[in-house]
């Protein structure tokens, strides 16, 4: 089990740091009407987003989103969340089916760090030595997976979410399609 997540972990890593482009993917199956759509304002520097929805208010905005996540209290109100990395790091979330109602949406942004980058860079590196191209193919990932790991030199990163402040914000969804906008604060 461990060795299946390690890859998993790698291959979702590879994903990111691809620099591949899902926007009309993601588009053909954003519901558009429905979506919800959460700017996070990330710096370009930005490696890593992670969002979360919530249905209701939150009484304090937790010192992490970790602490969010973990906190019992909110684990049953937490309906959905996002990771958003690489290129597509600065670019809004979009909450699928988001129902009008009252909610929070909280974002946590990841910065590059010199090590990370490094790391991103070789998972790009060993995608690119396999063939893979803009299209993300699993025999490619694959192969890019097993590349890596064989080098003893590489390191997944890891983003310090307990060192990376909490953003959240109050949102009421309406039939108005603006209230589906929403760019935090």
């Given at each position: ?5 390690a ?6 890593l590879?994903?990111?740091a ?6 009309d ?13 959460v ?18 208010d ?5 010192a ?17 969340r996002v ?9 809004p ?9 009252h ?26 030595a396999?063939?893979?191209g ?12 097993k ?7 590489f ?15 109050t949102?009421?969804v ?10 935090l604060?």
């Open positions: 089990m461990v060795r299946i997540l890859l998993t972990s790698i291959l979702s590879l994903h990111i691809s620099g591949c482009d899902l926007d993917r993601r588009d053909a199956h954003s519901g558009v009407d429905q979506a919800l759509k700017d996070a304002r990330a710096p370009a520097e930005a490696s890593q987003v992670r969002f979360v929805l919530l249905s209701g939150i009484d304090e905005v937790p992490d989103i970790e602490a969010l996540i973990e906190d019992p209290s909110a684990g049953v109100r937490v309906l959905r990771l958003l990395g690489g290129i597509d790091a600065t670019r979330a979009s909450f699928r089916d988001v129902d009008e109602g909610y929070t949406v909280c974002a946590a942004v990841g910065l590059a760090s010199g090590s990370r980058a490094a790391s991103e860079a070789k998972m790009a590196a060993a995608y690119a396999v063939g893979g803009a299209e993300l193919e699993a025999d490619k990932l694959e192969a890019a997976a590349l890596l790991k064989a080098d003893p030199e390191v997944v990163p890891e983003t310090d979410w307990s060192a990376t402040p909490l953003r959240c914000q949102v009421e309406t039939a108005d399609p603006a209230s589906r906008r929403v760019t604060e």
